[in-house]
């Protein structure tokens, strides 16, 4: 139908046409145009020679479509619409904000960070489709690095000349307990621990330790785990307390926990968006900006490159 259309007639024919027939008054829609009104009368005349068809019955007092002219305007409407989309589309292209990332991410991200993120990439590149790949900080560094990744988001700081990163927030430390147990210093200083392994988490594992420190004690570490996740799931299970963001466990009834600031010692963790600089000066610098404004405003203060 868009070959039929397209190859017989000017795009201009058909917007004209269609603001005449929406306004069915030939000044009226010259003014909406920015046109005067005889190469209106002329454009709309070629139409309907185009057509082999009179689309408008013209009088002194009135201009109205006919049948035809009815017709015509209900399947242009839509032609009209979907070439719109086109265009937008065809601008996000240009842009190169289509296609598919890559999003690396950790297993303490905050799952409802993590599904506002999506929807407001959605809504900002409706042509994207995001990957998501859980992996520990370190691997999303390297595999960064290989073009394994294309975005991600990480804790704590990785120095590299060639990982350029912004501060996504910064999440405060609280110590974990079972929802059945009363959490106070004396409790959390007896408890076993379940604790990420030193090798997969280094960082996260030396903040959490410094924080043991900082409340008076040295955690007894009986379990290590590569997943947050599966480490809230045991310490639900009564095996053991954890140190761990509060913000993956603040919305959770299935675990007790006390924060830091409750303790008098703030302990904070920053989360990072990361970039191999090679591309921050593509698009996916606009999809970073984007990310960083789904990020909750309570969390942290941003910071530039």
């Not at 600031?261 to 606009?286: E, P, Q, T």
């Amino acid at each position: 139908m868009y070959q039929y259309f397209i190859g017989i007639m000017e795009l201009r024919h058909i917007q004209y046409f269609k603001v005449l027939a929406e306004e069915l008054h030939f000044g009226n829609a010259a003014k909406k145009l920015f046109i005067s009104q005889p190469p209106l009368s002329r454009q709309i005349k070629e139409l309907e020679n185009e057509l082999k068809a009179e689309l408008f019955l013209r009088n002194n007092k009135k201009v109205e479509l006919t049948e035809a002219g009815r017709y015509f305007y209900e399947r242009t409407a839509v032609i009209i619409q979907e070439l719109d989309q086109i265009k937008n589309s065809t601008k996000l292209i240009h842009d190169h904000i289509s296609g598919e990332i890559k999003l690396g991410y950790i297993s303490s991200t905050p799952k409802q960070i993590i599904a506002k993120i999506l929807n407001d990439l959605k809504i900002a590149f409706p042509l994207l489709q995001v990957n998501l790949i859980e992996s520990s900080s370190q691997d999303q560094i390297h595999d960064l690095c290989s073009g394994k990744l294309d975005i991600s988001i990480i804790r704590g700081r990785f120095p590299s000349k060639d990982i350029l990163q912004r501060l996504f927030f910064q999440d405060e430390l609280c110590v974990v307990g079972p929802n059945n147990v009363e959490m106070n210093k004396e409790k959390i200083t007896r408890a076993d621990y379940i604790s990420f392994n030193r090798d997969y988490a280094p960082e996260f594992y030396r903040l959490s330790l410094d924080f043991c420190k900082e409340i008076g004690f040295e955690p007894k570490v009986k379990h290590h785990c590569n997943n947050m996740n599966a480490i809230l799931e045991l310490v639900k299970l009564g095996l053991g307390y954890t140190i761990a963001p509060l913000s993956t466990v603040e919305e959770r009834e299935d675990v007790n926990y006390i924060s830091s600031s409750m303790l008098g010692k703030m302990f904070y963790n920053d989360v990072y968006l990361a970039i191999h600089s090679d591309n921050y000066k593509s698009s996916l610098k606009d999809i970073i900006d984007q990310m960083l404004k789904s990020a909750d405003k309570k969390k942290g203060n941003r910071e530039s490159l």
